[in-house]
């Protein structure tokens, strides 16, 4: 104990780093599960956690302590993919990741050089419609010079991407966590509180955001290489869909932008959300998903381990756990109740929507009874 002290270590310090690498071993002995030739779904579900993982971990890397919101997420991943399309079947995933990567990275460089001068909702508006030029630019070159719209991506196999996405989200991990501690990450950060006085004091704003702006799309097509090959066949529209421009940040939003562990909460919690409203209930996803984010806008402005961190104990932070549980079970059960008249879309999408609203309340009910307390001793104490 004294030698603990002696170095400067808590027990939340030792503690976090220790459940982190055991949280890694678990989700890394995910394919064992299911080692037939067959993917189980708890293995393509993990793909698609992954992935979006490195979606978002990746933009708040630049756009959290920046401020600026960029909506190119879907241009880089669409490289990505597009990597795959054309050297797919004659190259190694590792190093179609790579060259998807290298891609975006030289796109990001260079688009981030001319763009990256524009601030606020210059940026966002310009890397929006940029998504919408590159999907038009190649549907011309498809259409016009190809002669062909859809084109097919050879596959490696689940149990193949989920260990190269697995890699790549613990290397952007440890990235984010370097550039948060270093003085790049300082200069970061300097430019989102004042770019002028950044700038004053001589960091070279430009270059620190092009940097920035281009690693993040690095990640990002990297990780598109790789989901390309879990696709059948892909066309313009799906490979630069705008859609993933907007969830990284819906993630990060929903998550935290505070932390690092926000992207992650954000990304796991989302993609699960996600994926069932699409297979169960596709044809009110799109509202589901929506007011579900606005209810965590209006109500949860930290997001989830924002509002966590504001709960003050570990009594209380286990009391939240177990009334959202117990929302989440009242969903399960709801839906079990809807079963028997025939009706039921998925256990797991009412627990998650019970859950996210019991949350929700619980935060709120906490954050007044311990406004109510603080009152009431305050008054005590006057007497």
């Known amino acids: ?70 909506l190119a997420a879907a241009a880089f991943y669409g490289v990505g993919i597009y990597t795959s399309v054309l050297f797919g079947g004659s190259l190694p995933l590792p190093v179609l990741m790579l060259l998807g990567g290298v891609a975006s990275f030289v796109l990001a460089a260079l688009i981030g050089a001319i763009t990256l001068r524009l601030r606020g909702v210059y940026f966002t508006i310009f890397t929006f419609g940029l998504v919408q030029l590159l999907i038009s630019l190649l549907l011309w070159y ?9 084109r097919t991506i050879p596959s490696v196999g689940y149990n193949t991407v989920f260990y190269a996405l697995f890699v790549l989200m613990v290397l952007v991990i440890l990235a984010a966590i370097f550039i948060k501690r270093s003085r790049f990450g300082m200069a970061l950060t300097g430019i989102g509180e004042c770019e002028d006085a950044a700038a004053h004091i001589g960091v070279n704003t430009t270059v620190v955001k092009v940097i920035a702006f281009a690693v993040t799309a690095f990640a990002m097509g ?19 869909n705008v859609l993933e421009s907007f969830l990284p940040v819906l993630m ?16 796991v ?25 606005i209810l965590a ?20 932070k286990l009391l939240l756990l177990l009334m959202t549980l117990i929302f989440a079970a009242v969903g ?9 008249s025939g009706v039921a879309v998925s256990g797991l999408v009412f627990a998650l929507l019970f859950g996210i609203i019991g949350f929700i309340i619980s935060v709120h009910l906490l954050k007044h009874l311990m406004k109510k307390a603080w009152k009431g001793a305050k008054i005590d104490a006057n007497a």
């Open 222 to 240: 990297a990780a598109g290489a790789a989901r390309a090959t879990t696709m059948i066949s892909v066309k313009p529209e799906i490979a630069f």
């Open 269 to 293: 919690i989302f993609s699960v959300l996600k994926e069932q409203l699409i297979t169960k209930w596709p044809k009110w996803y799109m509202i589901i998903f929506g007011t579900v984010m």
């Open 297 to 316: 806008i209006l109500l949860l402005p930290k997001g989830i381990v924002g509002a966590v961190k504001e709960v003050p104990g570990i009594a209380k």
């Open 1 to 70: 104990m004294n030698f603990v002290k002696s170095r400067g270590l808590t027990l939340k310090k030792a503690v976090s780093p220790a459940a982190a690498v055991l949280a890694l071993i678990v989700v890394g002995l995910i394919p064992s599960f299911n080692p037939g030739p067959v993917p189980a779904y708890l293995t393509i579900t993990s793909v698609t956690i992954l992935f979006y993982i490195v979606m978002s971990v990746s933009w708040s890397i630049f756009s959290g302590p920046t401020g600026y919101v960029s």
């Open 332 to 340: 399960y059960v709801f839906n079990s109740i809807l079963a028997a």
């Open 252 to 267: 990060v939003i929903f998550g935290g932008t505070g932390s690092l562990l926000g992207p992650v909460v954000g990304a």
């Open 142 to 150: 498809e259409v016009k010079i190809n002669n062909v719209v859809v």
